[in-house]
């Protein structure tokens, strides 16, 4: 998705949107850390059930 914006408009900021208990399980890996910083991730994380947004990392 990041690549086809970049030709249609390459000023817009692509947001991932991530459910609470998928960012502590799966994004808290070793991996998933390393991909966050290696390609710039902005996150956001939301709680489903509250239907709130729980934390913004950019």
Do not use: G
Not at 24 to 48: M, N
């Amino acid at each position: 998705m990041r690549l086809a914006l970049q030709n249609n408009q390459p000023e817009r900021v692509l947001d991932l949107a991530v459910p609470l208990d998928v960012y502590k399980t799966f994004f808290q890996l070793e991996f998933s850390q390393t991909a966050i910083q290696e390609y710039q991730l902005l996150l956001i994380v939301y709680d489903p059930v509250k239907e709130v947004i729980v934390r913004w990392i950019k």
